[in-house]
């Protein structure tokens, strides 16, 4: 498999202070990378970098090969990085069908590309077991479903990496497997998942990056990471760091 997204030596601070301190990380054509790490690692960040909602200080974020840490968020998505918010992107009057189509349609002419865009919709809504509810207003969906929504939503313009900022956070347990079920679904898509819940990033990833006071501490499979002593120490709490 060849190297999809390779990030080099990257830098961000913020008012002087750095958040970033020297990040590398690649990913291959559609693997499954987990970042964890403490609250405030920079994970969030290290997300705004690759979708380019934040621009970098210093380093190289290189997607397929090319350098994209210059580009506008709307040239990366286009060129194939997906990105879920915390804050929902879906029109809560607007029914799913038409959330989706907008979705599917992005970037493209109405005319040219209407039939394709409605098939493309439909396949994902059912894809995301929210067939039945196509016509409904988003507003009436659960906080699950509309969880699985955003990751339809973002699907829809067929990335080749998606970035999931904690997709599981604040759901109940019933829906957090929904979600995992969905995301274990998904194929020939490259995943970036920021992710607390360890239960989630067993079942879905390959491998994981743990992310501390800006910097990668240990990457590896959740078997390496689970053992590792650093890891426990910080973030899995099974000794204490020193302070
Ligand atoms: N736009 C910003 N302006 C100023 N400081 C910021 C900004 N974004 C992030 N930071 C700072 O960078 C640090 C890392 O934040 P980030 O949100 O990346 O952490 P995180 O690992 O995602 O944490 P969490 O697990 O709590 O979501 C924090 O100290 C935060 O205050
Ligand atoms: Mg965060």
Redesign the pocket.
């Known amino acids: 498999m060849s190297t999809l997204l390779e990030v080099r030596d990257l830098h961000k601070s ?2 002087g ?1 750095p ?1 970033l301190a020297g990040v590398d990380l690649a990913l291959k054509e559609g693997e499954r990378r987990a970042i964890i ?10 997300l ?1 970098l690759i979708g380019g909602q ?1 621009r970098p200080q210093a380093g190289h974020i290189l997607f397929a090969g090319q350098e994209i840490s210059g580009w506008p968020p709307h040239r990366r998505a286009r060129e194939g990085i997906g990105r879920t918010f915390q804050i929902s992107s879906a029109f809560p009057s607007l029914s799913l069908s038409d959330n989706m189509l907008a979705a599917a349609q992005a970037g493209h002419s109405w005319l040219h590309y209407a039939p394709e865009a409605r098939r493309r919709a439909e396949q994902l809504l059912e894809l995301l077991a929210l067939g039945a509810k196509a016509a409904l207003p988003v507003a009436q969906l659960s906080h699950g479903e509309r969880r699985a929504l955003e990751i339809g939503l973002a699907l829809a313009a067929r990335p080749r990496l998606l970035l999931l ?2 997709p599981t956070a604040g759901l109940a347990a019933g829906e957090t497997e929904g979600v995992t079920k969905l995301l274990q679904s998904l194929e020939g898509v490259a995943l970036l998942i ?1 992710e ?1 819940d360890m239960q989630v990033v067993e079942k879905l990833a390959d491998s994981i990056t743990v ?1 501390h006071h ?1 910097r990668v501490l240990a990457q590896g499979s959740t078997l390496e990471i689970q053992a590792n002593p650093q890891v426990q120490a910080i973030y899995l709490g099974k000794a204490h760091a020193e302070t």
């Open positions: 913020f008012a202070e958040t790490g403490p609250n405030g690692a920079g994970k969030t960040t290290l705004n934040l900022d904690e920021v607390h992310l800006g």
